[in-house]
């Protein structure tokens, strides 16, 4: 996945329950780490991002 994201910058989308959850955190942290260009979709709960 992160070979993709690399590939293809600002066209992977990951939905999260909300700006500042953990999932957000871990992806944002990801992001930084591996240099990806990726959008975040937030959501207002779990059920929705899911």
């Known amino acids: 996945m992160i070979a993709y994201v690399k590939k293809n910058p600002n066209t992977v989308r990951y939905s999260t329950s909300g700006v500042g959850t953990s999932m957000?955190?871990?992806?944002?942290?990801?992001?930084?780490?591996?240099?990806l260009k990726w959008i975040h979709v937030p959501f207002t709960g779990g059920t929705e991002a899911v």
Request: avoid cysteine.
């Open 24 to 35: 957000h955190l871990i992806m944002e942290y990801i992001g930084m780490r591996e240099n």
